[in-house]
């Protein structure tokens, strides 16, 4: 128990000082700690502590997915396929127009109408509606995924085609994951600090500002639309009065883009990744309307062999060659993707412009003085719970409360640096956690000295009773905090929000308990006991 190796002892004072130097940014001014972050290398961690929306105050908006725009941005897109595929087999036998009928069989808005009456022509329509309606796709269960749309024939030739519940939910839950980038690169633009910006449940989206108290400059960011263009790039000797000079995101430098906008991003309906059938390289699927895609058709056919410009928000995402005339209204993007790369790339496109309507269905401010008096409270309670704990610990057992309190502080110093490191937020309910976790982190001590105090009545020798206190307390322990970290991590998988902060602070707070009331307090004792040489036990 007393030997205590020489690299044992260099370790944990190592591990102490580097969560102290953690720490020490978020004790600076922002100005001081932006200067202290610009002056050192990238790579080390230096960052200030994540305070959340109730600490700091901030804008908070809940916003949802309006499926039925979803609905009618699919039937629309089925309409204008069923258009494309009567144009390509040349059919001349339809009989009215291809309608979008308000509601058939329940259906409203999701069905797709049109009559030929020539069979011959009908079976060869049908036959590419088919293909169409298998998105192809493999799930991880080795099933494949259901059919976009369903399609039912009428004896007089009449063809209905109606988007399947499934094919919404998977629509919403992609125009959730556009809609995320989208509003990402839009709240960032604020130059806001760590704003939160995630799934809530299938449909909507929360975004929480931190910091941010005009909310109706935020809605007005989370309602613009991602602008998509796709240009020409400048040949050589260009009149700069015709070219815009764009950044690139992939590579610094800026690129001669042509001004005028060959085709509009508004007219893209999906973009999915993929991998080429001849190279099995990642690559990057795409699809127009029929407008867009009679326009990229002709700009492809009259530009081979040039570089074509995929501009969002007047930044070149993409500048592929074109290799051929690209018609039909899809084609690929390829340039050595990797597989991440190529997602994405497919994202981005995807997110030039929201898919669906997004409506504010919950909007609220915390001002920055109720986020203040919640860090006041925060900090009162702390200061409170530290000071009782660390009496208690000094009237009780001596020079070893003196230890135990020592391995409070340093408890407490490796929470806030894990936070740090893990780029977690710290919110009210952490704070919560992390009082909690002080008398947690003492209460291991109270076992292992009681423990002591006991086999020293037993008539043990001073060692001997240091030893098996922390020995047969370290059981006890464990299967005690093993008990906490259960209830923590059910806590964080079942919980959402404020819940999830508590359940965060509390793990971290377990897991730093048994380093320091176990190891640490130990380390301390063992130096203690060989520069004193006590006679007896002050405990």
Request: proline letters at 4%.
């Amino acid at each position: 128990m007393l030997r205590f190796a020489r690299w044992k002892v260099a370790s944990i004072l190592l591990m102490t000082a580097l969560a102290m130097l953690l720490i020490v940014p978020s004790m600076m001014s922002k100005e001081s700690y932006l200067s202290l972050k610009a002056s050192l290398p990238k790579w080390l961690p230096v960052e200030q502590i994540v305070l959340g929306l109730d600490l700091q105050g901030g804008a908070h908006i809940m916003l949802e997915v309006d499926q039925a725009d979803v609905t009618r941005t699919q039937a629309t897109n089925l309409r204008d396929d069923v258009r494309r595929i009567l144009r390509e087999e040349g059919v001349r036998s339809l009989a009215g127009g291809i309608g979008l009928p308000a509601g058939i069989g329940g259906q409203a808005g999701r069905t797709v109408q049109f009559r030929v009456t020539d069979p011959a022509d009908r079976a060869k329509v049908l036959t590419k509606l088919r293909q169409q309606a298998q998105p192809g796709g493999i799930s991880a269960l080795g099933v494949a995924s259901a059919p976009l749309f369903e399609i039912s024939e009428s004896a007089d030739g009449t063809v209905r085609l109606t988007v399947t519940d499934q094919a919404v939910i998977d629509k919403t839950r992609r125009a959730v994951e556009q809609a995320i980038e989208v509003l990402r690169r839009r709240v960032d633009a604020l130059g806001t600090t760590e704003p939160n910006i995630q799934r809530q449940g299938n449909d909507r989206v929360l975004v929480q500002v931190p910091g941010l108290q005009d909310t109706n400059r935020l809605k007005e960011i989370l309602g613009t639309t991602a602008k998509l263009e796709f240009r020409l790039v400048a040949d050589t000797g260009y009149n700069p009065a015709d070219v815009d000079m764009l950044a690139q995101t992939d590579q610094p430098g800026t690129l001669p883009v042509e001004k005028q906008i060959m085709v509009q991003g508004e007219d893209l309906t999906d973009a999915q990744p993929g991998f080429d059938q001849r190279t099995s390289e990642p690559i990057v699927n795409f699809r127009f309307n029929i407008r867009g895609g009679q326009q990229f058709g002709q700009v492809t056919s009259a530009n081979v062999g040039k570089p074509f410009a995929i501009v969002l928000d007047n930044k070149v995402i993409s500048a592929p060659r074109i290799l051929g005339p690209i018609t039909g209204g899809s084609g690929q993007i390829s340039g050595r993707f990797t597989v991440e790369q190529a997602n994405n790339l497919a994202i981005l496109l995807r997110a030039g412009a929201l898919p669906a309507k997004l409506t504010i269905v919950e909007e609220r401010t915390v001002g920055p003085g109720l986020g203040q008096d919640s860090i006041d409270a925060g900090k009162r309670a702390a200061y409170v719970a530290a000071a009782l704990v660390v009496a208690y610990m000094l009237v009780t057992y001596g020079v070893f409360g003196v230890f135990a309190d020592l391995a409070l502080l340093i408890h407490i110093v490796m929470i806030f640096a894990s936070i740090i490191l893990l780029q977690a937020t710290l919110t009210l309910p952490g704070i919560a956690g992390i009082i909690f976790t002080i008398g947690m982190a003492v209460d291991s001590n109270v076992l292992i000295y009681e423990r002591i105090r006991e086999e020293s009545k037993m008539g043990r020798s001073i060692i001997s009773a240091l030893d098996a206190g922390f020995n047969r307390a370290f059981a006890t322990i464990v299967d005690s905090n093993a008990t906490m970290m259960v209830a923590a991590v059910i806590l964080y998988f079942l919980g959402s929000g404020p819940v999830r902060g508590f359940a965060v602070s509390l793990g971290l707070g377990i897991l730093t308990t048994i380093i320091t009331a176990v190891t640490m307090t130990r380390m301390m004792i063992s130096l203690w006991y060989r520069w004193a040489r006590p006679t007896r036990l002050p405990i």
